[in-house]
């Protein structure tokens, strides 16, 4: 089994940043591309930004120039720097990963618990 734990969110006044953390652990043999996602009250999940194990990154269009997805597979963990927050950015955000187990095992999806991010204005 997998676990994937975020951490890092909180309440921010508009403008302010934050840094998420999410931290895989469990069996894992290999993981490939790394997510965020987040989901505001009555709305939809929707994907914020992503990274593959090559490091190539892409971002919704709502966050692109101010958010930063990074990973370091030394420590089988994702990140996400949030700067120049708005109001619209609270939501609860979600990591999830495409993890393999073994090396004859195909990639498989895992989610973390989501951590809140609120940001005042």
């Known amino acids: 089994q997998v676990q994937l734990v975020e951490s890092g969110g909180g309440l921010v006044q508009a403008g302010g940043s934050l840094g998420l953390s999410c931290a895989a652990s469990?069996?894992?043999?290999?993981?490939?591309?790394m997510r965020w996602y987040r989901q505001a009250p009555g709305k939809q999940r929707e994907l914020v930004a992503a990274i593959t194990r090559s490091g190539t990154s892409n971002y919704a269009d709502s966050v692109k120039s101010r958010f930063t997805i990074s990973r370091d597979d030394a420590k089988n963990t994702v990140y996400l720097q949030m700067n120049a927050l708005k109001p619209e950015d609270t939501a609860v955000y979600y990591c999830?990963?495409?993890?393999?187990?073994?090396?004859?095992?195909?990639?498989?999806?895992?989610w973390g618990q989501g951590t809140q991010v609120t940001v005042s204005s």
């Open positions: 469990g069996s894992i043999f290999r993981i490939n591309d």
């Open positions: 999830n990963a495409d993890v393999l187990s073994s090396w004859l095992s195909s990639a498989r999806g895992y």
